[in-house]
């Protein structure tokens, strides 16, 4: 073992808390949205305008294969990457998952200042965040570990992960 793949709604924390854990572990970091865009060269946001959502779930999945071959890194991956269980399955291969939580109105507060988000660029953001969010919370459940981020310091969830990654390891 293992990668650390963190699973979780858009604005849970997957970059910051992926980035902050593959330092302090000596990992790489792989951010699966930026793997996409660099491989389409276009932005995520340009894909979802030229091409649309379904290609870019499509894009996504054949992201999630090729990441699979990475060694030693911990990778973030798109809010609705638990849409296609395919993606679970592979990722499941490659990695420990890790489920990042966070509630309706954390997930506003820590995106509506960035507009990147083709999903959240939409008259009443809140509102559509609380609908995704329900719509998509059985698909999040289903990964065994998770950690609370709403109200919690990076530090404390940053070592959240890396105590479930230990023990998961059989480190101490
Ligand atoms: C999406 C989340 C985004 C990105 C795309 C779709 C989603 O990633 O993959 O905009 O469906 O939740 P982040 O969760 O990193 O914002």
């Known amino acids: 073992m ?23 572990l000596n990992m790489s970091f792989i951010d699966l949205d930026r793997w996409i865009e660099e491989r ?5 946001k340009e894909i979802f305008d030229r ?14 294969a090729e990441v ?26 490659t990695g420990l998952l890790i489920h990042l939580r966070v509630d309706a109105q954390t997930a506003y507060k ?5 507009h990147h988000r083709p999903l959240l660029n939409v008259p009443n953001p809140l509102q559509h965040i609380e609908a995704l969010l329900k719509q998509r919370q059985p698909f999040y459940e289903v990964v065994p ?16 992960v890396i105590r479930i990654y230990r023990s998961a390891k059989g480190v101490r």
């Open 68 to 93: 699979g071959n990475q060694k030693n890194s911990v990778i973030a991956t798109g809010g609705g990457v638990v849409l296609n269980p395919k993606n679970l399955e592979s990722l499941k291969e």
């Open 2 to 24: 293992k990668n650390i793949v963190l699973i979780g709604f858009m604005g849970s924390g997957k970059t910051s808390v992926g980035k902050s854990v593959a330092e302090k």
């Open 110 to 114: 820590r995106t509506r200042d960035h």
């Open 145 to 160: 570990n998770a950690v609370e981020t709403s109200g919690r310091s990076l530090r404390d969830v940053v070592e959240d």
């Open 51 to 64: 091409k649309g959502e379904e290609v870019f779930r499509k894009i996504e999945c054949e992201a999630v």
């Open 40 to 44: 389409e060269t276009m932005s995520i």
